[in-house]
């Protein structure tokens, strides 16, 4: 009874918009097992490798791709939106876009400011601001880094 007290209770702060990300994700993962919370997700890295990586419902997506090997830590200390550079933009697959919550202001603002170098499109997502769920399993999504899409800028207008 509890634990099912408990699920009713952190369902309803996932509606609440006033909670970050982060905070949502901490009410989640105390709630239930981890084998229950297991979510897996398919990943094009910058250089164009697919790659199966592994998440935890209640987590963000920043979290599980960090944990993965596929952003670097340090580009990305905290998971709150007002601390976003950016670096861990992602492109979602267009067939899960409705499967995601629309982008808060706070996120929008972050892609538009840092996307000078690149058009900013309707795949774009923070990963710091997209919290896993079970309905994201099987998500496909690619990897894109400020440094890569400047590299690819830099050889572009080398040529």
């Known amino acids: 009874m509890a634990i099912s007290s408990l699920n009713r209770l952190s369902s309803q702060f996932n509606r609440l918009p006033s909670l970050s990300p ?70 979602i697959a267009e067939e899960w876009l409705e499967k995601l919550p629309p982008r808060s202001y706070d996120e929008e603002y972050v892609l538009k400011r840092n996307s000078r170098t690149r058009v900013l499109n309707k795949h774009s997502r923070l990963g710091c601001q997209v919290v896993l769920t079970q309905d994201l399993q099987g998500v496909e999504l690619g990897v894109v880094t400020l440094s890569h899409a400047t590299m690819i800028q830099q050889t572009k207008a080398s040529r």
């Open 22 to 91: 982060f905070t949502k994700s901490l009410l989640i993962r105390s709630s239930s097992k981890v084998a229950d919370r297991i979510v897996k997700l398919s990943a094009i890295d910058p250089d164009g490798q697919k790659r199966e990586i592994v998440g935890l419902s209640g987590q963000t997506l920043l979290k599980a791709l960090t944990n993965n090997g596929l952003i670097d830590p340090a580009s990305h200390r905290l998971e709150e939106i007002e601390a976003c550079s950016a670096e861990c933009e992602v492109n």
